[in-house]
């Protein structure tokens, strides 16, 4: 009778130790457990990953990114090259254009007149110093007048010059030259002509301006 209480006392020992041992178990099963959850995901660094050409992920995110900023930029300067090159051609063909269709600058004067007795047209120099000085000598109805005497002069009207009195010669069918006829500076200046035929005398004067 004693030997099966003291059995049955020592049967409930051992479960209450193992049961004691199981609660153990759990309870540090449980601390692990809780432990490796309450772990922030967010404080574990990430692994880089290695591309096959040794670069990492975030090194090729980085060029792409970099690839990406710098294509735009280098686009539009290559289009703003492009544009100011043909606006560089344009104004060239319309500067060749202008310089082409400019008319010539003339290198005289072209002067008309006329008396009741005749028509005259003159040509002189239109820049300072000495000029040979054209006429052409008609009546009114266009018939050439030769063998006239026609002196030619220069007068600055501004300062009172009146330069000498220069002959012209006859070189027939109306047309008369006379070498030398001096302008001394820039402005307004007028040429008088004196005119002589069998049919009396005739006086002209033509307005001029004198260039540099």
């Known amino acids: 009778m004693n030997d099966r209480s003291d059995s049955r ?11 004691d041992a199981g609660a153990t178990n759990s309870a540090a099963a449980g601390e692990l457990s809780s432990s490796t959850s309450a772990a922030d995901p967010a404080e574990v660094p990430p692994v ?20 990406q900023d710098s294509g735009p930029i280098g686009g539009s300067r290559g289009r703003n090259l492009r544009v100011a090159g043909a606006l560089v051609a344009v ?14 600058r003339r290198t005289s004067l072209v002067l008309h007149g ?9 040509t002189a120099g239109h820049r300072v110093g000495t000029s040979e000085i054209g ?7 266009g018939n050439p007048v030769s063998h006239a ?10 300062m009172g010059y009146a330069g000498e009195s220069i002959a012209a010669t006859d070189h027939g069918a109306g047309t008369y030259r006379a070498p030398n006829v001096p302008f001394m500076m820039t402005g307004p200046w007028q040429l008088r002509l004196s005119i002589t035929t069998v049919d009396g ?5 033509l307005p001029l301006w004198i260039g540099g």
């Open 135 to 141: 006429i052409e000598l008609t009546d009114r109805s």
């Open 9 to 19: 006392a020592i049967d409930s020992s051992d479960a209450a130790t193992a049961s």
């Open 48 to 67: 880089p990953l290695e591309s096959s050409d040794g670069s990492t992920g975030a090194d090729a995110s980085n060029t792409a990114t970099a690839e």
């Open 201 to 205: 005398a005739d006086n002209l004067s």
């Open 114 to 122: 006329g008396t009741a007795a005749h028509i005259v047209t003159v």
């Open 149 to 158: 005497m026609i002196e030619v002069q220069a007068v600055e009207p501004r």
């Open 91 to 104: 104004v060239a063909v319309m500067a060749a254009g202008v310089w082409w269709l400019w008319p010539a």
